[in-house]
């Protein structure tokens, strides 16, 4: 019994062997346009989000093991966020601009035929946004890095170009001492389409 699990030992190390050599390291340049919104809670006060389109550019790079179809990509990407919050009073926007730094697990379904010209994949990961700006309303200041969840579809055409959409699930409260209290609650979510070209 112990041979045979020696036996296969050996035939997952060199599965892993074989991918690992024909693995693929690319880098290329991606941008795209992005749409959020915010989850308040715990507010004493109306407050309303006008939430608006905004832009990501950057570059990334893939690493992908072709025996399984599976990937990993890393980017890094000027983002700007458009979010209108309103009061009875005051306005501003609390998204503005910010270095995000998404990382995915990613897998790609090969086609009969058409897989070298037409690949769908799926992709799931977090994603860091790190604020740029300094916020120009105290009692609405939001924190430096922001986290969410990320979860698309995209496809991939001859090899190089990607399109891909997905929705980001805010995981941190952003709200840093809303109103003079910790009791407010606001995360950030955001839908996200991109176009990448790799080399």
């Not at 035929?113 to 009692?139: C, H, M, Q, R, W």
Request: glycine share 8%.
């Amino acid at each position: 019994m112990k041979s045979y699990k020696k036996i296969l030992l050996v035939f997952l190390v060199a599965i892993f062997g074989i991918g690992m050599a024909q693995a693929q390291f690319r880098f290329g340049v991606k941008a795209g346009l992005n749409l959020n919104s915010l989850h308040l809670k715990n507010l004493d006060r109306n407050l309303s989000d006008d939430n608006n389109c905004g832009y990501t550019v950057g570059v990334m790079t893939e690493f992908q093991v072709p025996l399984i179809g599976l990937c990993f990509d890393l980017s890094a990407m000027y983002t700007r966020m458009n979010t209108e919050l309103q009061t009875e009073t005051a306005e501003d926007n609390i998204g503005k601009n910010f270095l995000e730094i998404p990382l995915n697990i990613k897998y790609k379904f090969g086609l009969p035929v058409v897989g070298n010209v037409f690949s769908p994949y799926i992709f799931t990961g977090p994603s860091f946004a790190i604020k740029l700006d300094k916020n120009s309303i105290e009692a609405f200041k939001t924190k430096t890095c922001q986290v969410a969840w990320n979860v698309g579809i995209g496809f991939e055409i001859v090899k190089h170009l990607q399109i891909a959409g997905s929705y980001g699930f805010g995981i941190n409260n952003i709200a840093d001492h809303w109103l003079n209290t910790t009791d407010v609650k606001v995360k950030n979510n955001y839908w996200t389409v991109t176009a990448a070209y790799l080399f």
